[in-house]
């Protein structure tokens, strides 16, 4: 009979056991359904953020064919370089940077307005590419060439009789004014305009996303909380009622704590909370210096490369075959004394877009200063230079355009090319001598380094 007591407080220990085993499966469950769905964010994140890069990939393929394509067709028609036609056709036929970006995009985006601006965007790429072809046969038929002399892929584009009826010098003026007036433009700023939206779109999705996986961890966190909470009111009952029931258990876990039994188990979850905690934290922190160092590169206000990006770019293109350009805005002090400094940060944006619009994506457009643009053109020799005159008169015409609002804006430019007589050992300083010479002349245009002055 004295063994009854003993048989009793071990049939409540029991049970105590069964439901200290059925809190603890199903606080157990309940921390890897949190952690389930905490994973399930982050695998949709990364999902999100792959089709975000490739779609980013996509959309600069197709926007530099379609400026590669023009600017080759350019060179054709300016410098009529046979191999300049050649690398045109080659784009079109075997590289096909566009048409293999949209596949791409139809593939992962298919159906979306994503797809569909890329999609658009080829459409007039290809209408401009039309254009681009008649204009090159002009400038064959303008350089004289006959037979098969004219690239094959010319050959079977047909002139009209009106342009056929045009003398050499005539064909050579309309195939330049194809590709450089304002129709040409307008094509090239639309494509810009779609590959922009789809960018723009890109960029809202991942927002999205991001939001989504914030709001899932918020109540993964919050209900892990109420987990541990429980957890923490169920061990104090058991706590309790060991107490209550026996010594020894209670002093084993006394002894458990007092070693961190328990305090491991639960730092291994917290230890794989920090994990993830802290991947997120470090994919932040390397999106922040990425951040960082596109600031340390560009002007905030023009968004172009700043003048410590413009040297360093100029150190690791020494010797090589470019062209230098200094430009400086005429009369800006003018436009803040009359306008205010706002019209004059204005002014400076406008100069910083049309300049950029101009040049290539491989070219280095940097504000050195103030209202001092410098433009290093890469992989450019003297023999360009009529394309860098077309150019320059192009930039000076949207500049006078004030259907913006602005002022008319003109400027003073020196160029320098690597080839260029009677150099010094720096091509910026040979510019800005040409710039000087620019000045000299009343400004609003623009001199080469070596010209008679």
């Not at 596949?103 to 658009?120: C, F, I, P, Q």
């Not at 400004?443 to 002055?453: A, E, L, M, R, T």
């Amino acid at each position: 009979m004295e063994k009854q007591p003993g048989n009793q407080g071990g049939i409540r220990l029991k049970l105590l056991n069964r439901i200290m085993i059925s809190v603890t499966v199903a606080l157990a469950v309940a921390l890897a359904l949190i952690a389930y769905s905490a994973i399930r964010g982050f695998n949709r994140l990364e999902e999100a953020t792959d089709r975000y890069l490739l779609a980013r990939m996509n959309i600069a393929d197709m926007q530099g064919g379609s400026d590669y394509l023009t600017d080759r067709v350019r060179t054709y028609i300016v410098t009529g370089d046979e191999k300049s036609a050649d690398d045109f056709f080659h784009e079109i036929e075997v590289t096909r940077r566009r048409d293999l970006a949209i596949e791409s995009m139809e593939s992962l985006l298919s159906g979306t307005d994503t797809a569909r601006y890329l999609v658009e965007a080829l459409q007039k790429s290809n209408a401009l590419a039309d254009i681009e072809r008649y204009a090159m046969r002009l400038a064959a038929e303008g350089n004289g060439l006959t037979g098969d002399e004219i690239p094959k892929q010319l050959q079977t584009v047909s002139l009209t009789e009106a342009d056929l009826a045009l003398s050499k010098d005539e064909m050579l003026d309309k195939a330049r004014e194809m590709v450089f007036d304002e129709t040409y433009q307008t094509y090239k700023q639309s494509i810009r305009d779609d590959t922009a939206r789809c960018e723009d779109i890109l960029i809202g999705e991942m927002e999205a996303s991001h939001e989504e996986t914030a709001r899932r961890l918020e109540t993964a966190l919050i209900l892990q909380s109420i987990v541990i909470t429980v957890v923490a009111i169920a061990v104090g009952l058991f706590v309790f009622c060991y107490a209550r029931l026996v010594i020894q258990p209670i002093q084993a876990m006394v002894t458990a704590i007092s070693e961190d039994a328990y305090a491991e188990e639960h730092g291994a979850y917290e230890l794989r909370f920090v994990s993830r905690a802290y991947n997120e934290a470090l994919k932040e922190s390397m999106q922040n210096q990425e951040q960082l160092a596109y600031k340390a590169s560009h002007d905030a206000l023009t968004d172009l490369y700043n003048r410590g990006a413009f040297e360093k770019a100029k150190e690791k293109t020494k010797g090589r075959a470019q062209a230098m350009f200094i430009v400086d805005v005429d009369r800006f002090k003018m436009f803040n004394d009359e306008y205010g400094h706002v019209m004059g940060d204005l002014v400076l944006q406008k100069v910083a877009r049309t300049l950029k619009n101009h040049f290539r994506e491989e070219d280095y457009v940097c504000r050195y200063g103030g209202d001092e643009f410098t433009v290093l053109m890469v992989h450019a020799t003297s023999e360009i230079r009529p394309m860098v005159e077309t150019k320059l008169e192009s930039i000076r015409d949207a500049l006078l355009d004030t259907t913006d609002g602005l002022p008319p804006i003109t400027l003073s430019i020196g160029v320098a090319f690597s080839d260029r007589p009677d150099p010094t050992d720096d091509i910026l300083k040979d510019a800005d001598t040409a710039l000087y010479v620019t000045k000299e002349r009343g400004k609003d245009g623009y001199s080469f380094y070596g010209d008679p002055k």
